[in-house]
């Protein structure tokens, strides 16, 4: 039954099959990590640095380990079997290369020791007993800080070696008739999933089984057996649901090897689960940004130039680089492009991927300054985009595989009601309200990447899916197993799947919105392949209603093999003359574009994702969303009383999880503009709002009314799926369209987020 949260499906959209996981999540029946049982663990409990910059002069442990019930103590001096691996700034590794527990110290909230005791009580009374002494330096927290340096992103990134840049922009921007030349800011911000760090390490004999949630556990086994030099077959890893992720769980935290070095030295399981606050410095965040953006354009808002400087804060050692100019730059027909990031290196933990890591930073810079650029051409917002939509992208004049933005426009507006906005600021009241309306574009590259899975079919229909995907929210028990029960034609209900496990055939890093497309992308293979043996032998049989049939002609419907004209098998019919119970295939899956060792490099732990500008077209998926936001008059409180966003992506798997994701993605998206921002104290370069009660997020009071428009659209170029995948897109925009929809309240344009009350006092 169609409901808002059920939208029925139009062209090119799959059913919106309730989630297979869902009563087990709802009654808690769900095994995360740290709930699958182990035999009489011990338990962790971190000791993070206090200083962000300096050294450890002494540790004393006496008192910590007078605690009863404490049993080890890791230190640098007993962990120096710990191998550092590499950082590589994406596509698994390690967070950080910030890996020792001392004596160097490079950022606060580093571990520097663990302690393990008989129960977790002791094991935390202990860790407030270490003594530390530390020489401490004065560190650099962040922008205007002394003693940062900088870096030139595409000299020292492994991945952005080179930011798109075509034609003379300097040049075009200085003959342009109307330009704009601003800045942005956008702040630190953490993951905050509601399923915390947690790690458990479980050895027999030379064997290790860790339960840790990940969004990629091809990628967490390898690195940790690297880190303790062990063989990466002896590695198992562990994590059939993830309790939010965001980028925060893609990659190896220094956390998981000294949990399993710690359940090796005392030979039993041992369990850490980090608390909230450790959190914020146990894995990666988004790092805070400053843009400088300018815009030229002719009197007609035909654009003619574009240049987008960025800076963004990374540890001293690592260059993590977030980059969204290789993306937007690929957005509209900007004519002349310059592009520069920087990284600028603090005395912080290493920064890494948050829900749509690239594009939500610089995209609100660029579309905040399209905003700006409208109002200076007293254009409509959404007109400047259309005038400026492109089926070319600007840089290498490559062609967009499928591109719905202005659909997606058109149809946003007319569900907002968007012809009703007056363009001056400020004209828009009810009672003591000022309200604005402004608009920005989702824009989200296409990822793909290799994946290998086992399908197994018995002949009464039931189907098993094994692949090392991952559930992070997002639905994918269910749409895994809706492409396979679409292609053997089967009952989703008949189809078990397994994923979540480094013992199954590997899949990507659930990450940069992939999964749906490389995973149902290696399914159809598999599936077709069983299709083709039972096929095979329907149409070879000297008996049957399928005898002699073209076997290319036949479908799966029903647990039927199915002819055009209606001639018909049963699928258990076709196996008893195989004389087979059971038929089962593995098949391995290489995207168009990347290289033939790709499944070989994601069983070592190694993931390729092609797509989005790189190849000979240009695959996105994009959206447009429209806002309108309450000011009051007086107190200048800011509310997001409706949203309306309409995406195209693609082939949808399933328009509940679709809408889900694209509905959740916008909610942060108002988190983004108005709440979210880990502050740090610029004196000791320590966060001060460590926590759920202070790091503020948007609930459901925040949220009355956000709309979902499922745009059709179908692509044959992106994957054999024709997924282009959604689970980031949605809070890609969000941030701008509420600064403009403010800007568009009351008449003040704030640059910098969250927008906070303070912002809009005159
Ligand atoms: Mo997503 S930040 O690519 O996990």
Redesign the pocket.
């Known amino acids: 039954m169609a409901n808002a949260a059920a939208p029925a499906p139009q062209a090119n959209m799959g059913e919106p099959a309730v989630r297979r996981d869902a009563r087990v999540k709802v009654t808690g029946e769900a095994h995360y990590p740290s709930d699958i049982p182990v035999g009489n663990p011990a338990y962790a409990y971190l000791v993070m640095s206090t200083i962000a910059r300096g050294r450890i002069e002494r540790l004393d442990l006496d008192a910590a380990f007078a605690v009863p019930g404490v049993l080890d103590i890791l230190t640098e001096e007993n962990t120096s079997e710990l191998k550092t691996v590499a950082f590589t700034g994406g596509g698994g590794g390690a967070s950080t290369s910030i890996q020792q527990l001392g004596p160097e110290i490079a950022h606060a909230g580093q571990i520097i020791a663990v302690v393990i005791a008989d129960t977790f009580e002791a094991a935390s009374e202990a860790a407030q007993k270490v003594e530390v002494t530390y020489a401490a330096e004065s560190p650099s927290a962040t922008f205007g800080s002394p003693r940062l340096t900088e870096d030139d992103a595409a000299k020292v990134s492994k991945i952005h070696t080179r930011l798109p840049n075509v034609g003379d922009a300097e040049a075009a921007l200085g003959e342009a008739e109307m330009t704009v030349d601003v800045e942005y800011a956008t702040p630190t911000q953490h993951h905050n999933s509601i399923e915390l760090f947690t790690t458990t390490c479980s050895w027999v004999d030379d064997r290790l089984t860790i339960y840790e949630p990940s969004?990629f556990v091809y990628g967490l086994k390898s690195s940790v057996a690297q880190r303790l030099a062990a063989e990466a077959e002896k590695v198992e890893v562990v994590s059939p649901f993830v309790g939010g992720?965001?980028?925060s769980k893609?990659t190896m935290t220094p956390r998981t090897a000294l949990i399993a070095l710690a359940a090796k030295r005392l030979n039993r399981p041992v369990k850490l689960v980090a608390t909230r606050s450790q959190g914020f410095t146990v894995s990666t965040y988004r790092a805070e940004t400053r843009h400088h953006v300018r815009l030229g354009a002719r009197r007609d808002g035909k654009l003619v130039g574009y240049a987008h400087e960025g800076w963004e804060i990374s540890s001293r050692p690592d260059a993590y680089v977030v980059a969204g100019v290789e993306e937007s730059a690929r957005l509209y027909a900007f004519g002349a492009v310059e592009t520069n990031v920087n990284v600028v290196h603090a005395d912080r933990s290493t920064p890494g991927?948050?829900?749509?890591?690239p594009m939500v930073p610089y995209m609100y810079a660029l579309e905040t300054a399209m905003d700006e650029l409208a109002v200076k051409l007293a254009m409509d917002p959404i007109e400047l985009r259309r005038i400026n939509d492109t089926m070319i992208e600007p840089i290498e004049g490559k062609p967009f595989s499928s591109r719905s933005l202005m659909k997606c426009y058109d149809r946003a507006a007319e569900g907002f009601g968007w012809i009703r906005r007056n363009p001056q600021p400020g004209s828009m009241r009810q009672g003591e309200w000022l309200i604005g309306w402004g608009c920005a574009t989702a824009l989200y590259p296409t990822h793909i990447g290799p994946a290998a899975v086992r399908v197994r079919l018995l002949p009464a229909g039931d189907v098993t899916v094994q692949t090392a995907a991952h559930e992070i929210g997002t639905g994918a028990y269910t749409v895994i197993g809706q492409m396979a029960a679409e292609r053997l034609g089967v009952p989703l209900g008949s189809v078990t799947v397994e994923i979540g496990d480094s013992r199954l055939p590997p899949a990507p890093v659930?990450?940069?919105?992939n999964t749906t497309a490389s995973t149902c992308s290696a399914v159809m293979k598999a599936c077709d392949g069983i299709r083709r043996k039972l096929s095979h032998a329907a149409v070879t049989a000297n008996e049957g209603a399928l005898a002699g049939r073209d076997p290319t002609q036949l479908t799966f419907r029903n647990g039927q093999i199915v002819a055009p004209d209606g001639a018909a098998e049963l699928v258990e019919e076709t196996f008893r003359r195989l004389g087979t119970s059971v038929i089962e295939e593995y098949a391995e899956f290489i995207p168009h574009g990347a290289p033939p060792e790709a499944v070989k490099d994601l069983y070592a732990g190694k993931v390729t994702l092609v797509g989005g500008p790189e190849g000979e077209k240009m695959m996105f998926a994009m959206g447009a969303e429209l806002v309108e936001v309450r000011v009051h008059k007086l107190t200048r409180e800011i509310r997001v009383p409706r949203i309306v966003g309409a995406f195209a992506a693609g082939h949808l798997m399933n328009t509940r999880t679709a809408r889900s994701q694209l509905m959740g993605g916008m909610i942060w998206g108002i988190g983004s503009a108005l709440h979210e921002a880990t502050e740090i104290d610029p004196r000791n370069a320590r966060y001060v709002n460590d926590n759920l009660a202070d790091y503020i997020i948007p609930v459901n009071a925040d949220a009355p009314s956000v709309e979902v428009i499922l745009v059709p659209e179908e692509d044959h170029d992106v994957n054999p799926a024709g997924v282009k995948g959604l689970g980031?897109l949605g809070n890609v925009g969000t941030a701008a369209a509420i600064s403009n929809a403010v800007y568009h309240a009351t008449g003040i344009r704030v640059r910098k987020l969250p927008i906070r009350i303070e912002d809009l006092l005159a």
């Open positions: 969004q992720a965001f980028g893609a991927f948050m829900r749509s890591p659930a990450g940069g919105s980031e």
